[in-house]
C-alpha cells in the first residue's frame, strides 16, 4: 500500500517563497508509481493541478499560472516529490494536495491530506 505526506505549508508574505515536501511510503511505490502531482484547492474552487512530474523520466508540467514562478523536481532515493513556489501571489492561497498516480491508472489515485498555503498581501 502506498501513502503520501505532504509537508512545507505556511503563511507567507505576497512575493515571497514555499518549498513543498511529499514523501511516499509503501513497498510498492518505487515499482507502482507513474507520476506525482501536486494540485490545488481553493475556498469555492475545484481542485486543480499545478505541476506533475513522471516518476522514471523526470518529464514535468505546469498549469499556466505556476510557469515561470514554480519548480517541481524528485528524489528518487528518499521517494519524494518537490514544489518550489516563489514569487507567490495571494491567489495561490489554498489546501496543496500531493498525489499519485500508479500503474494501470488513468488518473491519479492516492492523495494525501493537504497542506495549507495562505499568501497574504
Known amino acids: 500500500q502506498v501513502q503520501v505526506q505532504e509537508s512545507g505549508g505556511g503563511l507567507v508574505q505576497a512575493g515571497g517563497s514555499l518549498r513543498l515536501s511529499c514523501t511516499a511510503s509503501g513497498r510498492l511505490f518505487k515499482t507502482h508509481a507513474v507520476a506525482m502531482g501536486w494540485f490545488r484547492q481553493a475556498p469555492g474552487k475545484e481542485r486543480d493541478i499545478v505541476a506533475s512530474i513522471r516518476w522514471s523520466v523526470g518529464t514535468t508540467y505546469y498549469s499556466d499560472s505556476a510557469k515561470g514562478r514554480f519548480s517541481i523536481s524528485r528524489d528518487n532515493a528518499r521517494n519524494t516529490v518537490y514544489l518550489q513556489m516563489n514569487s507567490l501571489e495571494p491567489e495561490d492561497t489554498a489546501v496543496y494536495y500531493c498525489?499519485?498516480?500508479?500503474?494501470?491508472?488513468?488518473?491519479?489515485?492516492?492523495w494525501g491530506q493537504g497542506t495549507q498555503v495562505t499568501v497574504s498581501s
Open positions: 498525489a499519485v498516480q500508479t500503474v494501470g491508472r488513468m488518473e491519479y489515485n492516492i
